[in-house]
């Protein structure tokens, strides 16, 4: 059943995921009248639209606040944190916001992992996505969110678990395969290394570790 959005944030407190309807023609301005569609689930399933989902945002290592955040799917773009105050419902754009603001829904579908990287309180977000690996029946696109947050804060043994479970199935891109080839040269692992180089094509064996977002 739809509603309009400031009532379904201030009065359903117990749905984690609202999918806003017709959002091809919505007045983006007006947000507190979008009719919303609450979606029961844990884990967000690949698909096109527009969805508001629970998030935190993080001021300090033992400080985060209850909120929300837009996305658009399948690109995964975040544009607006959205928290609830007495009897309203405040908008703020993300880079506006004090801190991290990151996602607290795991996502089936691929995108930035930015969208659970907090560099405050990293594990925060690694829990959300650790949770998602266990109620997930595709896991590719989690365990790689979890492999490049894993990876930046340095983790290297997490981090190869994380992009093997990505290996194991089929990874959004042959680039799964070099973050697995480097992290294993940095554990001086030379033959589980070669393993995983020997899977890309051979021009790109040189390529420095990225996102393949990030590539180009």
């Known amino acids: 059943m739809a509603m309009q959005l400031s009532h379904a944030l201030l009065e359903m407190h117990d749905i984690r995921i609202f999918r806003v ?4 023609e919505f007045d983006s301005d007006n947000f507190i009248k979008w009719d919303v569609t609450p979606i ?8 096109d639209g527009l969805f508001i ?6 001021k300090g290592p033992n400080e985060k606040i209850d909120c929300f955040i837009d996305l658009t799917m399948p690109e995964r773009i975040a544009d607006y944190a959205y928290f609830i105050g007495s009897g309203n419902v405040e908008r703020k754009y993300l880079h506006e916001c004090d801190g991290n603001v990151i996602c607290a829904i795991p996502i089936d579908g691929h995108g930035v992992y930015d969208l659970f990287y907090s560099k405050i309180n990293p594990d925060l977000g690694l829990s959300v996505l650790r949770r998602g690996l266990e109620l997930a029946t595709r896991k590719v696109f989690i365990a790689e969110d979890l492999g490049y947050i894993l990876r930046d804060e340095g983790r290297i043994e997490e981090a190869i678990e994380a992009f093997s479970i990505s290996a194991s199935e089929e990874p959004s891109s042959y680039f799964i395969y070099h973050e697995l080839a480097e992290l294993y040269d940095q554990l001086g692992q030379t033959e589980l290394s070669k393993q995983y180089r020997d899977k890309c094509p051979k021009q790109d064996t040189q390529m420095k570790r990225k996102p393949w977002w990030k590539l180009w």
């Open 40 to 47: 029961e689930t844990d884990v967000l399933l690949e698909q």
């Open 21 to 24: 309807e017709d959002s091809e």
């Open 53 to 58: 989902l629970r998030a935190f945002q993080i």
